[in-house]
């Protein structure tokens, strides 16, 4: 079983130092360290575990290092940077593993660009040598990447190339979305296995500036502190710690201290329950501060993100999830106006964009989400995102009317899903009025004020809920789980599309379009026969 | 070898009457005249040749019969509107088949709403009985749909739960992004083979509106002239005709009148050479009328589009088209003031428009697009869009600095690509003063200044040229079809999504990879067993 779980003193692959403001995060992966023993990590090429602890540094730079402003992305082996996910690993694995793989490694470096956008955490790649293909693509999501020039040095996307598949940590997307490299340009680019170096990279914008080696390290520094001068991260703070979440986990259950997961395999489901929170809760950062990775908001919304990743690199055949939630609604909404109420505070901000990229997560999770809301749940504020962000929910229609959800801010504004907009404007999309109706609703709703409200998607009553929604579960079960995945992956983007849901929707999609391909996966395919003796053989046909 | 060239009086699938300002375009599938024999065209069922058709009619709708203002999309046969693509036709045919398939369904659906968005012909779809699928998405097209209320009629997208593919023609698209159903009732819908109807498909947003059998007809002639009275078409104006194309087609060539397509099989390359406009031409719209379909703009573009269309349908493994102009640079720039000058009048507009959905053909072929500018070339204003839409450009830089690319008014506009913007906003993302500069130059680019500008990729001399050319071809055509055709679909395309984007970015590629899948086109797959004895059996990992 893969976890998630690790920290600096653990990890393989990376070290992290600090020097005030500014963290170093060096690449130093080690060869007979992957996951499998298949597979040598040559010069510094990565498999998921590399990436665990990358996206394990990243948070903890948030939450544990707030006097962190600038964090230099660099390798301690010579010339060498990174070259990328390793090839062995791709071509040993399974089509499901390698777009589960993709899918967490373009949720990490979306997290780096994430940290800049809204934490003041700026990143600068430190290009020494060797830069190919995902080696590069992390480079793209920091801020500024600065490459030696030492006439040998370059970055590349040998990707297509070489192996026939795309560059699938959104590469593609960056270099004409984000640094705006002249498409022809990144066409050229992205066919030469050799790459760009020197002042052409430069010239294209593929790099923002290069250095001769003897200058080079010194011109990182320097980069490195002008980049901290636009940080507004806080000066003199002190940050918490971020402890081992330690589920109990069973054959068949993760439980933590708000999250149950629970598997149902021959069913092919899975139940979901996150728990509100309940006694006194902090009202004020100092408060915050001193509960630490204690705090509900932060807790809960851990163990939640960790249930999800472990779901999805370790039960791939449960396609159905089923979410409830439990206790007290109110304490949800409590919390949610505490939140919003202190969200200049520093460990506040990363709370509330540690609550957003979990459930981002969730929009991402090619898995079916159905949310069940019975009497005492607690569908409320940040939690009714769940919700919102099911496929479908079913509320329970009791003749007492005791059975609620509520609106709180959370569902306003913060908590915005990939394309840039909350969930509820995807939900009513280009219908301001109704949105700024629901955000003047001060009360919670009973089941037929929800689903008139629009906010549910049926509220069954008694008589009908048991069969309607165990026949809506058996039958999502039977689906082609390929179809599904597609439906939802279009369903759940409605409105704009973003860099972010590009990278998600178009540029996954074709690769993992690619990745099926007998030109690719095939026993005479690219990927198949890179590094043995032959050349790969292709169905010439354009599709 | 499948062509594109029909006409209403040999249309064997649909009817195409007039009543003034209100056309009927009505379905009436022949069960036997399917493109194979292989399978039967039931219950209005559809392949490419019915589709044919109805593109042929759109087509027809805006050239040749100004006077209509609303389209009624019909059936002919009984309590049967359509029931979509026909299944034994997609499970017959190959994945290259499929997605081309797809692809120009789609594009005709988008010629309908570019003709309502741009053109003033609205669209109704008559839904006088089952609708299904394909049917439903040939309805979402339109700017109205009308459902019979008979107690049994429905619109329904029923491919995921039955075939265990996505509605290929932009259904979950249009759903949420065009008619704002609400993404759970989608969800719902979208797995429900029996569909919805009444009352509830207006509530969900699904249909604009019902009507008993017996007020049917009458709403829908009612509807049909509210409609009209919506569009700015001009109300006595006399059309041009659409004359067959006629290419002296041999083994390896295509030869219109302005357009030359050869085919390469042995380096599975295609040229394709454009030649500009010769003598004197109209400056008029009298003079564009009377010139009919002979006028060059709308000649020439008529016959490139036609190549693209079989080069797509005929030729899948010609990997690189090779794009030439020929002529007098000058002459395009002329005719493109000509148009722009008169843009308001009704034909220029048509021209215009279907100029720019030539030029979207490009973008959405999957092949990729070299343009050799050369001496004698006439890369200038609406040709020069060639040139832009191609993934890369090589510009010949002669001493004497004769060969030259000119823009014109039409590079700033007019033609906007899929993604809602101009080819040069695409190039020069987020540079609006570049933008700016180049719309202030008001001369023809040599080589070095074209290189400069960015306009062109390379400019290799004459000592270059030859080697620089040949070994790009080469190489293109040497590497895997699919990683090419991944790629382009995504560096082509910087910059903002549309719904149009989304259709063919996220949606097709996340049904092309549905089409690859063993869940879908195994031997147990359910596209495969459907209609025979046995259920799909389905590996049930998600990805």
Request: charged share 25%; with cysteine.
């Amino acid at each position: 079983m893969i976890t998630f779980d690790t920290h600096p003193d653990r990890y393989k692959h990376w070290q992290l130092t600090f020097d005030g403001p500014i963290a170093t995060l060096s690449m130093d992966v080690r060869e007979d360290a992957g996951l499998s023993p298949d597979y040598k990590l040559k010069l510094n090429s990565y498999d998921l575990g590399v990436d665990i602890e990358l996206a394990d540094a990243i948070q903890r730079l948030r939450f544990e290092h707030p006097e962190v402003r600038t964090v230099i992305v660099a390798s301690l082996k010579e010339r060498i940077f990174c070259a990328g996910a390793n090839i062995m690993m791709l071509r040993g694995s399974s089509h499901v593993a390698k777009v589960n793989f993709c899918k967490f490694t373009n949720e990490t470096r979306l997290a780096i660009e994430d940290a800049s956008a809204n934490s003041g955490l700026r990143f600068l790649a430190a290009l020494n040598g060797i830069c190919a293909g995902g080696g590069y693509e992390l480079a793209l999501a920091c801020d500024d990447i600065l490459l030696v020039d030492d006439g040998n040095s370059a970055v590349s996307l040998p990707e297509a190339p070489l192996l026939g598949v795309l560059p699938g940590t959104g590469g593609l997307t960056r270099v004409v979305d984000k640094r705006h490299v002249r498409r022809d340009l990144a066409d050229f680019f992205s066919t030469l296995v050799e790459g760009v170096k020197g002042k052409r990279a430069v010239e294209w914008k593929l790099v923002d500036a290069i250095f001769p080696t003897s200058r080079f390290k010194e011109a990182v520094q320097a980069r490195a502190r002008e980049l901290a001068a636009t940080s507004d991260r806080p000066e003199h703070a002190a940050g918490i710690v971020l402890n081992p979440l330690n589920p109990t986990v069973t054959e068949s259950s993760l439980k933590y201290s708000a999250v149950t997961m629970t598997i149902n395999r021959d069913k092919r489901t899975a139940d979901l329950t996150i728990q509100a929170p309940t006694g006194p809760q902090p009202s004020t950062p100092d408060e915050i501060l001193k509960a630490g990775d204690q705090f509900w908001a932060l807790r809960a919304f851990r163990e939640l993100d960790d249930a999800l990743l472990r779901l999805r690199v370790n039960e791939p055949e449960i396609g159905t999830v089923v979410v409830r939630t439990e206790g007290d609604g109110a304490a949800v909404v409590a919390i949610d106006r505490t939140l919003l109420a202190h969200q200049s505070h520093w460990l506040v901000r990363e709370i509330i964009h540690f609550m957003k990229r979990t459930l981002k997560r969730v929009d991402l999770t090619s898995r079916t989400f159905f949310a069940l809301i019975e009497p005492g749940s607690a569908f409320a504020g940040s939690l009714f995102e769940l919700a919102l962000a099911a496929d479908r929910s079913y509320m329970f229609h009791d003749d007492n009317e005791e059975n609620v959800v509520t609106l709180s801010p959370m569902n306003f504004g913060p908590l915005t899903m990939s394309n840039g907009i909350t969930r509820l404007q995807t939900r009513f999309l280009d219908d301001p009025a109704k949105i700024a109706e629901l955000a003047a609703l001060d009360a919670p709703l009973n089941a037929a004020d929800a689903e008139e409200a629009g906010l549910v998607t049926f509220a069954p009553d008694e008589i009908d809920w048991d069969d309607e929604v165990r026949v809506a579960i058996e039958a999502r079960a039977a689906f082609s789980p390929d179809a599904m995945t597609g439906l939802e992956a279009n369903l759940r983007f409605a409105g704009p599309e973003t860099m972010e849901t590009k990278i998600f929707g178009r540029l996954t999609a074709w690769q993992n379009w690619i990745f099926q391909r007998p030109n690719a996966v095939g026993d005479k395919g690219a990927l198949k026969v890179y590094g043995q003796q032959g050349r790969a053989e292709f169905d010439w046909k354009r599709t």
